[in-house]
């Protein structure tokens, strides 16, 4: 049984209950309510000055389902994509994100709760580092050091997903005071901002490569390695190849991470923070808050496995439960993998044959990586269909080493270098051998390896910008033979629309052109 620490936090500390960033106990930590009391007087303890960090990762947990909408980023990313169908009971379910799917999204059908989720980490990412420099805390200058890093650190990871999704976002690292507003910055200047933010926070050198398995969830050195090699690569900063490339080396080379012997047990319980896991998001069964009617940002675990999930299946890892019938895998993406590539089985839940109640796109192949079993929701106390124990993979060491081959070729480095990187990869799967590779067979094995995580969206739209690349988006993402996807990806829609509700909360925003 997987176990992790939960806050209670009341009055002016946070709202609700909030997943704690550990891993090492149940206990329960009672925070007595502080309404009243100058912040300058409570937060002066590691254990109060905790409170406000565990509160800055709370939202990571959000998006599958913050009370408002789902919108997991696994889903999110991969409806836009080329892998999946978005499925559920019609085209009208969830309709934000068949309105992406298609490419024909506006202010009222967007992802439009992940500008509240992620702008609410970011104000408690400054409120983290604002107490950490309180002079009359009673904590070791190495505590406040490591408390403000990691506090900058996520709220760079926050405004990154800001960044890919709606480009040109309002930018703050000071929270706001009446009327509340910042200016919009265009997307090009929000990297300008973040990445020597980023830089500095890694030039600091004061997070571990890797903290100890009972602090895993906290964001770290290799964090930030990947975070900056995914955003100089999207933005395609070849002038910063260099520097990324020497990120990624600097984790091949340390002993703290290598492939997981086995790609399918990195998605079981007992893969989670396996040597090849550099950051996860922890999601908890046992001691679940979430339920109907409470509150979807209570503690506890993922409604992601529902979320993408048969309705009305049954087997023997899964009874009595069901599924919601998002994100049914294309016919075509299980055939991209070849006979003897241990991945698909690891990567396509095929339930062809079998009887189910369909629902809309149904293909009866689905992500495995999430699957929904028993197993990973016994121990919740509430509902069990909100609250799986499933950890959401973000950074593996395999990516590592397809940035490094990646980052190998742009900078004119060793092809031989860069295969041998790809090849340990391939290797893992059950393949033979690639003699020497190309771009284009790093982007295909990115599709391969990392099918289902969010990521090959990205991949074909940063793709627009390498030359010779055949995989991209003007090129995939395009109407299909289904009539499913009826509109063709454009450099416009690069950036998704903002949300009409934040349009009218502050008229100086200006709306994305999509």
């Known amino acids: 049984m997987k176990t992790k620490i939960y806050q209670i936090c009341t009055g002016i500390v946070c709202f ?4 704690a960033i550990t891993s090492c106990s149940d206990d329960f930590l009672e925070v007595k309510n502080p309404t009243g009391e100058p912040l300058e007087e409570y937060y002066t303890t590691e254990e109060t000055l905790n409170e406000a960090l565990t509160s800055a990762y709370a939202p990571l947990h959000w998006p599958d389902w913050d009370n408002a909408a789902y919108n997991d980023l696994t889903v999110d990313a991969e409806i836009m994509g080329d892998d999946f169908w978005v499925g559920g009971a019609d085209n009208t379910d969830n309709q934000h994100w068949h309105r ?34 309180w002079e009359n805390a009673k904590v070791s200058t190495q505590f406040r050091r490591s408390m403000e890093m990691q506090a900058r650190l996520l709220r760079v990871y926050y405004y990154n997903i800001l960044w890919h999704y709606y ?71 070849t002038a910063r190849y260099p520097q990324a490339l020497t990120y990624m080396k600097a984790l091949i080379s340390s002993s703290d991470y290598e492939l997981n012997p086995s790609y399918a047990n990195i ?15 922890n999601y908890n069964d046992d001691q679940a808050q979430r339920d109907w009617g409470v509150g979807a940002l209570n503690a506890g675990g993922s409604v992601l496995p529902t979320l993408i999930s048969p309705n009305g299946f049954t087997d023997d890892e899964w009874t009595g439960m069901d599924g919601w019938g998002f994100l049914p895998m294309r016919v075509e993406t299980y055939n991209m993998f070849a006979e003897g590539d241990l991945r698909r089985d690891a990567t396509c839940w095929d339930v062809r044959g079998t009887t189910y109640t ?46 490094a081959a990646e980052l190998l070729l742009q900078t004119g480095g060793s092809a031989a270098e860069a295969t041998g990187y790809v090849n340990q990869v391939r290797t893992r799967a059950g393949l033979t051998d690639l003699p020497s590779v190309t771009i284009d067979d790093i982007l295909k094995e990115r599709h391969l390896e990392f099918c289902g995580e969010g990521k090959r969206y990205f991949d074909l739209v940063r793709a627009e910008g390498i030359a010779g ?16 996807r009826t509109n063709s990806w454009t450099p416009s829609k690069k950036y998704i629309p903002l949300a009409q509700s934040e349009l009218d909360a502050d008229p100086t925003l200006v709306q994305n052109n999509y």
């Not at 998605?267 to 998001?281: A, L, M």
């Not at 690349?469 to 499913?484: F, I, M, N, S």
């Open 358 to 403: 369909e629902r809309y796109q149904d293909t009866h192949l689905w992500l495995k990586k999430y699957r929904p079993t028993l197993d990973n929701c016994k121990d919740c106390p509430t509902s069990k269909n909100l609250n799986y124990n499933n950890n959401k993979r973000i950074y593996r060491y395999a990516e590592t080493l397809l940035n």
């Open 469 to 484: 690349v055949t995989e991209k988006a003007t090129t995939r993402l395009v109407p299909d033979t289904y009539g499913y």
């Open 267 to 281: 998605w079981q319980e007992s893969g989670e923070w396996c040597k090849e896991s550099i950051f996860e998001i």
């Open 16 to 19: 609700g209950i909030i997943t």
């Open 100 to 133: 992406l799917f298609n490419f024909a999204a506006d202010g009222n059908n967007t992802l439009a709760t992940l500008w509240g989720d992620f702008y609410s980490g970011i104000k408690r990412c400054n409120d983290a580092i604002k107490y950490a420099s």
């Open 167 to 237: 480009g040109n976002v309002p930018f703050y690292l000071e929270n706001l005071s009446v009327p509340y507003t910042a200016p919009q910055m265009k997307a090009d200047e929000i990297y300008a901002q973040l990445l020597p933010e980023l830089e500095e926070i890694i030039a600091s050198n004061v997070l571990p490569l890797r903290w100890p398995n009972a602090e895993s969830g906290r964001v770290s050195q290799a964090f930030a390695y990947m975070l900056y090699a995914e955003m100089v690569m999207y933005q395609n900063d």
